[in-house]
């Protein structure tokens, strides 16, 4: 009996052991290591996460809000681009994460200028592409680029190597572009019938130096004289020369040029042609 009493009391020990052990080792478990997620805001909106600090391999949300006038850019991180939605989902990596929505100001809708009823062929608009009052320059544009935006020097860039000999209205005319709505690049003989049928005179307007076409009907427009811009030089002769491109490109063969209009103090020519890449003025006419 004393065998077996010893026998039972080993057992009870060896037991105690081995449910000490397991315990111990549960204790000694290290705990899963995390790692944080930052992100941060451009002006113009605001950013979140659902969590800000996460184990790796788990899923973390992150949403941009953009303010009123401004647009979503993207989710970046280190100065490269992780996302273009605004709600962005991923797995969480073995590191630290810093993110930054990005915004961009909404661009502004082009202003339409008012129709002028010269008691002509077509109605001429008050001022011009880029601009919103009459006496402001607006942009200086090549000849057939409906974007606006190019300042190189090569002749096929505006618009191709074999230009159209008339681009009033077409895809490549900016006024059609811009404002739409009937608008569009007014032709060399509209120009020359506004320069017949108006009586001219240079004058300013709220500072601005240029030339006022005064109508039969007492309809007037002014042209403020934004002179021009070759590649990214703009010329020295702001406010003393006018250049504003004609849809009419030059013929006889020489399809480097294309007509504009053309005046300073007391001089206006309709039929003045120059390459096609320079950067004027446009008026816009529609019917």
């Known amino acids: 009996m004393k065998h077996g009493m010893m026998k039972s ?20 478990t290290e705990p899963q290591p995390t790692y944080t997620v930052t992100v941060s805001a451009t002006e113009g909106g605001t950013a979140s996460a659902d969590r800000d600090i996460c184990p790796a ?25 992780v996302a273009t939605e605004a709600v962005y989902t991923f797995v969480m990596p073995a590191r630290n994460v810093v993110l930054q929505a990005r915004f961009e100001q909404e661009a502004a809708v082009p202003t339409a200028a008012e129709a002028v009823d010269m008691g002509l062929s077509v109605k001429w608009a008050s001022w011009n592409v880029g601009a919103s009052a009459p006496e402001e320059f607006g ?75 005064t109508a ?18 703009v010329s020295n002769q702001v406010g003393q020369r006018g250049c504003y491109w004609s849809g009419t490109l030059y013929p006889g063969g020489n399809d480097r040029y294309a ?26 006419v529609k019917e």
């Open 57 to 81: 391999g788990e899923e973390v949300s992150v949403a941009a809000t953009a303010n009123e006038g401004y647009l979503f850019a993207g989710w970046y991180e280190n100065e490269e681009t």
């Open 259 to 284: 007509y504009y209009f053309y005046f300073y103090e007391n001089n206006q020519q309709p039929a003045r042609n120059n390459r096609r890449y320079m950067g004027y003025s446009v008026r816009p």
């Open 9 to 28: 009391l080993a057992i009870a020990l060896l037991a105690g052991f081995v449910l000490s052990c397991s315990e111990s080792d549960e204790n000694n």
């Open 139 to 213: 942009g200086r544009y090549g000849w057939a680029d409906p974007t606006g935006e190019k300042q190189t020097t090569e002749l096929d860039d505006y618009p191709s190597a074999t230009p159209p000999d008339d681009i009033c209205g077409t895809e490549y005319d900016i006024a059609r572009t811009r404002w739409g709505d009937g608008w569009r690049l007014p032709s060399q003989t509209e120009f020359q019938e506004l320069i017949d049928n108006c009586t001219w005179e240079w004058t300013e307007v709220n500072g601005v130096a240029g030339c006022r076409a």
């Open 216 to 233: 039969a009907n007492g309809n007037s427009i002014f042209f403020p004289a934004a002179a021009s811009r070759d590649g990214e030089t």
